[in-house]
């Protein structure tokens, strides 16, 4: 191998970017306790009374992302790890420590299968008018 950078332009891209680092985030975890209730639709919220993830010491600049742009509205699990660039299993993680910090909860949707049929709906409705 020569001097000439050939060599490290092999192993290294810069637009690649660290390669531990969404290891190094999660300091090597892969779930949290809240994980369960992370699918991708699950909405995030902050929390109303949260302070200032950026006064907490412990928050990786990625926390304060995800707190910051639910602030601003609801986000889902699927769009935080759009808008900060990151793999769903790291924002999971991330996500799972916020909540346990009590700076923002999870929302699920209610599932389709627990609506109520629209065909049933519209029964009762028909049914009320030929009261």
Avoid: K
């Amino acid at each position: 191998m020569s001097g000439d950078g050939q060599s490290r332009s092999h192993w290294f891209d810069d637009e690649a970017g660290p390669v531990v680092r969404p290891y190094a985030m999660t300091r090597g975890r892969t779930t949290s306790p809240a994980q369960h209730r992370l699918d991708l639709i699950a909405v995030v919220v902050t929390e109303p009374d949260a302070g200032d993830p950026d006064a907490d010491p412990t928050l990786s600049p990625e926390h304060v992302a995800i707190v910051g742009l639910c602030r601003d509205e609801p986000q889902s699990v699927a769009e935080l790890a759009a808008g900060i660039d990151l793999p769903i299993g790291v924002v999971r993680v991330l996500i799972g420590d916020l909540v346990h910090a009590e700076l923002v909860h999870v929302s699920r949707p209610i599932p389709p299968a627990e609506l109520p049929d629209e065909g049933i709906l519209r029964d009762v409705i028909n049914g009320l008018r030929a009261l």
